[in-house]
């Protein structure tokens, strides 16, 4: 696979948008059937372009208006907004106040970097396999709730390009809810609160409402191997001091030693978890609860808000690009999610190679066949 | 509604009519009432829901909302009241009937102000909380079928404050109520029905207002005061004017122990302090020869010139015993009407301190009343929830040093009655209830049979609120 130049992005993209961009998919999806009057046509897009270029307002007339504009402009990013009252292209000649935000797909973000304090493998915009389990687990646990609980049903996961995941509800009457139910939406999903200045981060309360323990029970299938394996939670002094600021001070000291006695973060977890139960603890709440808030607070999904309550919301599109990394936003495969590696999304320049490496070796007659081809996999199956 | 002139005219439904006009001990009050009803009973029926929802408050400040004593001293007044509030063997026809036409009647009294609806709906909302809670389950069904509220499953996006914080269960996109949180939702539905309703009422009160029959009665309800008017001095002249100094800080209420002090520092008083201390020292028993000297006295103090004082005030204070002009007895501001009207200006020393003071001006002056400072913070809350007449309850428990003052105060004789009570005994003065069940020598408002009598009282005291002593007392 040849490897990703930023320097070569802009020769690149114009290939990419003449060949490969799927734009019948694309459109046939933003069109929604076509069943609402210019619903399309007051979709609103944002390009980048090079040099840090931002137009917003961007709104095309059909497919081939589409097309034509992006191969024309090359944008490094494109970003798709919300559907508003007019066409976005020609919101300067619409009376003040007037042009206003009307639907959008339900909308997350979720980041590696929000994770920061409870990764030892990578931190800000890095990541590697040890940590891509936290966005594994987290489409699990969020995708059964916005199906099972909520009852949506159309929902695209997509690799955002660098360091997490995005996921689109498309659902009519999805698009349809106001800012305030997309805010009690993210409100229902969110466990670990708190910042920097907050130590625990997540709280229980007495009754256990089923969206937490459905969750709890994603989190145990994947916890020994990421947390106590991979991450090593609990691998020496300074990791585990972490851990134990999350527990009463009373057990502390005789962690410590326990600690000292034991070899490897999996032995520890279970003196952790004696400790926890045991009569020691002069708690108000039961043992059992403090394993489950740290368990959550290392592993639970951590959603940005304001990527998913505001309706006009301009969030990156799947299929464009990631500028620094090269790699397309292609969407996941839900049923094979545990299988999915970052690192084998194809980037712009392995994609482009493909397509010169096949229109070199067979005869343009077969150059079709192979565009598709490429087109296929970007996709995975949807 | 339609009202009749004089007669009575009672409507006459079979029995099975008048349970299916009234199916459930509760109600939402969606349908206004469409029967005739005389004013005598427009009237009666509307003080009587005036009293219970002074009593809902009351007792919700008073108690834990939902537990006993709260529980069954509500169910006493409501029975007591004759309103419905349960499935009960006995023909419910009448209460439910009584129930529903009061609500009403209270719309169009209540609805005038913000504070006043905000009033009504906190105190209608404790109501049918209290209704509800009592309900048995199986009677629950049908009540929240027959008003037409879904509740086995609630599309999420309608559920939104139950919902986000996971306080019930999803699936599908539903959620799924228990039936003890149904009571939220349904209180919640209840409030913005009512808000809206009020808000509705107001804007056609104008032609109500117009009805001349009603006016007067409607503006009274909302300012009413419904119990002991304290106008008969079963005690004049038991006191004399050296006591009133030990009096003021021993048995006055802070607002006339405020103006006392006002008075003999200043040696004067403005007028609408001169009118609510001078009628509650009426009203503690000071006769009007006592009343001349006392001011006379205090005045002369002030460089007031005698002669000045006999032409101007001597005649103003005659005329509030009812010995000049109109002859009216006028009677002691209750607590409502010291609280609600005529709010103090600069350089004046009368209204309600718990209600006009700052904040900070009460706490000092609690504090040199050597109030503890427990007592005072317990006194401040009960003033940030605007509860204050609990505030003052709460000044005379600590001045008398008991735990429960035992009354619900309403009026500032009664403070003073209450407190020579405790300090002398229950010899002379006799407890004075505020529920006039002992008969009183001037017809309260609710025993009254004749329609144009009823309508002169209201008529005669809206005068002395209305004309006022303006006339006389300027300035």
């Known amino acids: 696979m040849a490897t990703y130049d930023p320097a070569e992005l802009p020769e690149l993209l114009k290939l990419y948008y003449r060949r490969l961009f799927p734009y019948a998919q694309y459109y046939r999806w933003l069109n929604y059937g076509g069943v609402i009057k210019n619903y399309f046509q007051h979709r609103e897009f944002s390009f980048t372009l090079k040099d840090d270029i931002y137009i917003r307002y961007q709104s095309f007339s059909n497919q081939r208006d589409l097309e034509k504009e992006m191969q024309k402009m090359n944008p490094y990013k494109i970003d798709i907004g919300a559907v508003y009252s007019h066409r976005p292209n020609q919101h300067n000649t619409v009376k003040l106040g007037a042009f206003q935000a009307q639907e959008k797909e339900l909308v997350f973000d979720i980041d590696m970097t929000d994770y920061d304090d409870v990764r030892r493998c990578c931190s800000s915009a890095d990541i590697c396999s040890k940590c891509w389990t936290l966005m594994t687990m987290a489409i699990h646990i969020i995708d059964r709730a916005l199906k099972e609980d909520f009852g949506f049903k159309h929902r695209l996961w997509v690799y955002s390009g660098r360091r997490g995941v995005h996921c689109w509800v498309c659902d009519e009457s999805v698009r349809k809810l106001s800012s305030a139910v997309r805010s009690g939406i993210v409100e229902y999903l969110s466990l670990v609160k708190g910042g920097q200045d907050v130590k625990k981060k997540v709280h229980l309360s007495e009754k256990i409402h089923p969206f937490v323990s459905k969750s709890i029970n994603i989190i145990k299938k994947y916890f020994e191997e990421y947390a106590l394996v991979d991450q090593d939670i609990l691998e020496n002094k300074e990791t585990w001091d972490k851990i134990l600021a999350l527990v009463p001070e009373t ?32 708690n108000d709440k039961c043992g059992h609860w403090l394993e489950l808030e740290i368990m959550l607070q290392y592993c639970f999904p951590r959603l ?13 599109s799947p299929f464009s690009v990631h500028p620094k990394t090269g790699r397309i936003s292609v969407p996941i495969d839900l049923q094979k999610v545990d299988q999915f590696d970052p690192f084998t999304v194809p980037t712009i320049s392995s994609v482009c190679h493909e397509l010169d490496a096949v229109s070199t070796n067979d005869e343009g007659k077969e150059g079709n066949e192979a565009e598709s081809d490429i087109k296929h996999r970007t996709r995975g199956t949807q | 509604m339609q009202f009749s002139g004089g007669m009575r005219k009672k409507l006459r439904l079979g029995g099975d009519q008048r349970k299916a006009s009234y199916p459930h001990s509760l109600q939402f009050y969606l349908e206004p009432p469409s029967e005739n009803i005389s004013l005598i009973e427009f009237e009666s029926l509307a003080i009587d829901r005036v009293k219970l929802l002074k009593a809902v408050e009351n007792l919700g400040v008073s108690y834990v909302k939902g537990i006993e004593p709260y529980q069954s001293k509500l169910e006493n007044e409501i029975r007591r009241l004759k309103f419905s509030f349960r ?94 949180d149904i009571v939220a939702i349904v209180l919640n539905e209840f409030r913005a029905k009512l808000s809206k309703a009020l808000a509705l009422t107001a804007r056609s009160l104008p032609a109500v207002q117009s009805d001349e029959r009603l006016q007067p009665l409607l503006n009274h309800l909302s300012h009413s005061y419904t119990g002991q008017d304290y106008t008969i001095q079963k005690n004049a002249g038991k006191i004399s004017l050296d006591q009133i100094d030990s009096l003021s800080t021993k048995s006055f209420p802070p607002c006339m122990r405020q103006l006392h002090k006002a008075l003999r520092e200043n040696h004067h ?27 006379k006295q205090e005045f002369i103090r002030g460089k007031m010139d005698p002669d000045k004082f006999d032409k101007g005030y001597s005649y103003n204070i005659r005329h509030s015993f009812g010995k000049e002009g109109k002859r009216t007895d006028y009677t002691p501001f209750s607590c409502l009407k010291i609280i609600l009207t005529n709010p103090p200006g600069q350089g004046d020393y009368h209204g309600c301190p718990f209600r006009h003071s700052d904040p900070e001006l009460l706490k000092q002056k609690l504090q040199s009343y050597k109030i503890s400072p427990a007592g005072i913070n317990q006194i401040l809350d009960l003033v940030k929830g605007t509860h204050y007449q609990v505030a003052c309850q709460k000044y005379f428990e600590m001045i008398h040093n008991v735990d429960d003052c035992g009354f619900s105060l ?25 529920q006039p069940e002992t008969p009183q020598p001037k017809p309260s408002v609710q025993k009254t049979k004749d329609a144009s009598s009823a309508l002169a009282y209201l008529n005669s005291s809206l005068e002395m609120d209305m004309e006022g002593l303006e006339d006389y007392f300027s300035e």
């Open chain 1, 251 to 282: 057990i502390h000291e005789k962690l410590q030693q326990n600690f000292q006695k034991h070899h490897n973060s999996l032995q520890r977890w279970e003196c952790l978890k004696k400790a926890i139960s045991s009569q020691d603890i002069k």
């Open chain 1, 304 to 316: 940005d808000i304001n990527v998913s309550k505001g309706i006009n919301h301009l969030l990156k």
């Open chain 2, 87 to 180: 499935e009960s063997l006995e023909d419910e026809y009448e209460p439910r009937r009584k129930d529903h036409i009061s609500h009403f009647i209270l719309r169009l009294a209540y609805c005038q102000s913000e504070d006043l609806r905000r009033w009504f709906i906190q105190q209608e909302m404790d109501l049918l909380r209290f209704r509800f809670s009592i309900l048995p389950k199986d009677k629950i069904r049908n009540f929240l079928k027959d008003s037409h509220l879904q509740f086995e499953a609630i599309p999420f996006a309608d559920a939104l404050d139950l919902f986000r914080g996971r306080k019930v269960y999803l699936e599908g996109g539903f959620a799924y109520v228990p039936l003890r």
């Open chain 2, 269 to 295: 008083l403005r007028h609408g302090g001169r009118m609510q201390y001078g009628l509650f020292l009426k009203g503690i028993g000071l006769t009007l020869e006592q009343a001349l000297q006392f001011w």
């Open chain 2, 410 to 434: 309403n009026h500032p004789n009664q403070f003073f009655f209450e407190s020579q009570r405790i300090l002398n005994g229950s010899k002379d003065i006799r407890k004075e209830s505020i």
